[in-house]
């Protein structure tokens, strides 16, 4: 709710006045925070170039350049590795740097593309290196194609105060960083956020829609880096419903319908009784089952028109399903999917 015309103009003065109170005390890090805190109250206003300007201050003041988003890949040595980066910023840096760069790309650079894959590309190099806080992660990027971490920092809540670290906050920049990065082909750099992601989605916010967005999205990167094995393992989960919160089927047990039958075990039913060239129409019924069984699971909280608009990947999610599920009798048929999914332009 919107907050008087009064307000309006108090609350930023007072945030002003606390931000240069704290950089004449030298306090960097509180004074980032209450820089960031000040582009929430602009956004809340709807003052959106005040709210970019703060945001911008806040990033330029954690990563060191001025106009850090801009002038990153000239003025900012990011080829030290994950483990110096870490020592560099700090975990809550880092995560930090990578909510300022989602909240830019959303809100105020949304019509601007350059700009948009220039922070997406930013928090592709920043975000991973949290990762390095434990020798239990993956290291390397292509190593995070299935990973899903537990925990960030073993014993640590990285959430537990969410004036510094905002876990529905964190979990929107994800969203919208990891789409710019997958949507122009740049799916290297994005599996690490997708396992941040799932990891916010899962174990922070425990936000099923979010959960189920982010596992579309892992499909789509890893199709795109012809990783076809895991792809079909992380489709086969989805359409299961397996590992979700707050569901009470657990574990890769097979969604079930009002009769008891899940929708994969009515397509084995019927691909056994018709011919082997129905596959692809039966995996697509089967995604179609799918996605209606979640929409009545949880009504109003995932709606497949609305994944349908925001990804545009539903088309592309019944191709995989249908490559998945007609070679999945076999590991000799993996060359029959990869020609089947070119055939069929994903």
Known sequence: ??????????????????????KKRGEKGHMILAQSELGDVYAHFGMWPAAGAAWNSALDALLGPYQVVASWTRKLDLSCGWQQLLARYGVHGLLLA???LG???RYIHHSDLGARLSCARLAGELLPAVFAAS?????????????VPVEIWPGADLFDDPYRCNAPDLLSSLESLTHILIQQHISLPALPLLALWEHVALHATHNTPSL??????????????????EAGIVLRGLLQGSNLPGVLLQGPQPILGPDGVGPIQQSAEAGS???????????????????????????????CALLDERLGARGEVDRLAAAALATSSSIVQQQGLQEMLVSAGC
């Open 1 to 22: 709710m919107r907050g008087s015309a009064a307000d309006e103009v108090l609350l930023p003065a007072e945030y002003a006045k606390v931000v240069e109170l704290l």
């Open 98 to 100: 990578g909510m300022l």
């Open 103 to 105: 909240k830019l790309a």
């Open 135 to 147: 020798i239990i992660h993956p290291q390397r990027a292509v190593d995070c194609a299935l990973y």
């Open 212 to 229: 189920v967005l982010a596992r579309v999205m892992r499909v789509k990167a890893l199709s795109q880096l012809a990783l076809l094995a």
């Open 273 to 303: 009784k018709g011919s082997t060239g129905s596959s692809a129409a039966d995996a697509a019924e089967v995604s179609g089952a799918a996605a209606a069984f979640y929409a009545s699971k949880w009504p109003g909280h995932l709606d």
